[in-house]
């Protein structure tokens, strides 16, 4: 089964809200967890690295303020889109490290958000 | 910096057809290797995880080979149904993140 839950699967929301996807690690905790974006016909490209306790890590290019991450928990990271706007609309997918599996990392199912 | 490249980038296959997907990455220094299916509009579904120390692994008709100096890694598929068409990405981890390749579009023909 699962080891990572990505919640919600699919979410539509209005321009200019935020939205806010949930990353759980259910079997591990995790230290450590991962942000990615898909762009339409390219590869899932990572956005940020989720540190507990501490801020997270941007890749060059993504927008701290608009992608808001908090890892507040071992099992739990969010990734927050402020003001979504339709160019935001694409594949998320979050990943976990399971440090106690030989750094085996876990990938959530993703979710897909459509901004209107 | 860790590539990793999937060829072809489009297969279409008879069904019934046993068929390759081909995986290469750039670094051998890799924790793991994973494979995985994307649906249109749906979530990526794990399908075989391989650990580095691992050469191959098996689920049901799919099984998938590493072969770590080389930076390859294989994913066959045997007897294909019009049911395995998708797009199939596979990803290695650095202990670290995970880098995916930009995946192959599977079609079965019926």
């Known amino acids: 089964g699962a080891v990572v839950s990505q919640h919600p699967s699919r979410v539509i929301c209005k321009s200019g809200t935020s939205v806010k996807i949930e990353c759980r690690s259910l079997?591990?905790?995790?230290?450590?967890m991962f942000w990615y974006r898909q762009f339409p016909k390219q590869s899932l490209m990572l956005m940020a690295t989720s540190n507990e306790g501490s801020k997270a890590t941007y890749e060059q290019g993504v927008e701290k303020d608009k992608f808001l991450i908090n890892h507040a928990s071992l099992t739990l990271s969010t990734l927050t889109v402020t003001s979504a706007h339709p160019e935001d609309s694409s594949f998320y997918i979050c990943s976990a490290r399971d440090l106690l599996s030989g750094n085996t990392i876990y990938f959530g199912e993703g979710s897909w958000l459509t901004v209107v | 910096k860790q590539e990793v490249t999937q060829i072809p980038a489009a297969l279409s296959v008879p069904e019934g057809e046993n068929l390759v997907l081909n995986c290469s990455f750039t670094d051998s220094a890799i924790y793991n290797l994973q494979w995985f299916r994307q649906d249109p509009g749906k979530g990526l579904t794990s399908l075989l995880l391989i650990q580095s120390s691992q050469r191959e692994q098996t689920s049901g008709r799919l099984n998938a080979s590493l072969d770590k100096s080389s930076g390859r890694s294989t994913l066959y598929i045997a007897a294909s149904q019009p049911g395995d068409s998708a797009t199939y990405l596979c990803a290695v981890s650095l202990g670290r993140e995970g880098i995916f390749g930009k995946g192959t579009r599977l079609h079965i023909l019926p």
């Open positions: 079997d591990f905790q995790a230290t450590t």
